[in-house]
C-alpha cells in the first residue's frame, strides 16, 4: 500500500472513530495546522491532534465526498453541520517522505457556518486547555 | 488539447486579462457559482461571469499555486490579498462533457480575509446592479 493510501485509511479511521493513538502515529511532529478562521498557524504534533480532534467533536454528520491526489498533496472534500448550519469543506493535506501530515490546511463555507464552527472550537478548546 | 487543458488555459487567460468574452465562452448556460459566503448558489451564465468578474476585480495579486485535476473536476489553489488582509483560496470547479464550466464553489480562509471580500463585493456588485 503507498503512503497515501495508508495515510488516507488511517485518517479516515481516526476520524469516524475518535482514536487519539492512531490520530498522533498518523502526524509528524513538526506538523503545522492552518484553520479556517484564523492566518497563524498551529505548530506541533499535540496542539494539532487536539485542534483536529476538537473540530471532528464538533462537526455532526461528518461525511467525505471525493479525493484528489497529487503525489504528497491531498484534497479531500466534505459535508458536515455545526448545529442548525450545513457547512461544506476541505482539507488540504501535505505529507512527509514518510507519509505522515506535516500539514493540513481546512477551508469552509458558508460564512455562517464557518462563524458557527469558531465559536464552538472556541469554547470546546478553552475547556481543553483549562 | 483535452477538455480540461483548454478549459484551464482560457480560464487564467480570462481571470488574468478581465476578457468578459471569453469568460462567457467557457461558462454553461446553467452554470451555478458557489460562493464562499453565502450558502445559495447563483444561477445562470450572465451571473456567475458578473460575480466571477467582481471577484477578480477586487482581489489583488492574485496567483495560482497549484492544481489538482480528475477528470471534469478541478481544484485550483490560489493565493490573494484584499485591502490589507492576505487570503488563501481554493476553487472547486466541475466541467461538462463540452468542457464548459458547469459549477464553481469557492472557499477562502481566513475569516477576516472572508469578510473583507464579502464587504467589498458587496459594494461592486450592488453598483454593478444598479
Given at each position: 500500500?503507498?503512503?497515501?493510501?495508508?495515510?488516507?485509511?488511517?485518517?479516515?479511521?481516526?476520524?469516524?472513530?475518535?482514536?487519539?493513538?492512531?490520530?498522533h502515529?498518523?502526524?509528524?511532529?513538526?506538523?503545522?495546522?492552518?484553520?479556517?478562521?484564523?492566518?497563524?498557524?498551529r505548530?506541533?504534533?499535540?496542539?494539532?491532534?487536539?485542534?483536529?480532534?476538537?473540530?471532528?467533536?464538533?462537526?455532526?454528520?461528518?461525511?467525505?465526498?471525493?479525493?484528489?491526489?497529487d503525489?504528497?498533496?491531498?484534497?479531500?472534500?466534505?459535508n458536515?453541520?455545526?448545529?442548525?448550519?450545513?457547512i461544506?469543506g476541505?482539507d488540504?493535506?501535505?505529507?512527509?517522505?514518510?507519509?505522515?501530515?506535516?500539514?493540513?490546511?481546512?477551508?469552509?463555507?458558508?460564512?455562517?457556518?464557518?462563524?458557527?464552527?469558531?465559536?464552538?472550537?472556541?469554547?470546546?478548546l478553552?475547556?481543553?486547555?483549562?
Amino acid at each position: 500500500m503507498s503512503n497515501t493510501d495508508s495515510f488516507l485509511k488511517k485518517w479516515h479511521q481516526a476520524v469516524q472513530t475518535g482514536d487519539m493513538e492512531l490520530l498522533h502515529s498518523i502526524i509528524a511532529e513538526d506538523a503545522s495546522l492552518l484553520s479556517p478562521a484564523f492566518w497563524k498557524p498551529r505548530v506541533g504534533r499535540d496542539k494539532v491532534a487536539m485542534v483536529l480532534k476538537a473540530v471532528s467533536d464538533t462537526f455532526q454528520e461528518l461525511t467525505y465526498t471525493k479525493e484528489w491526489v497529487d503525489g504528497n498533496e491531498l484534497i479531500l472534500e466534505f459535508n458536515t453541520r455545526v448545529g442548525d448550519k450545513t457547512i461544506k469543506g476541505i482539507d488540504r493535506i501535505t505529507l512527509n517522505d514518510n507519509g505522515l501530515l506535516t500539514e493540513i490546511e481546512v477551508l469552509i463555507r458558508p460564512m455562517n457556518g464557518l462563524t458557527a464552527l469558531a465559536a464552538a472550537l472556541d469554547d470546546k478548546l478553552k475547556a481543553l486547555m483549562a
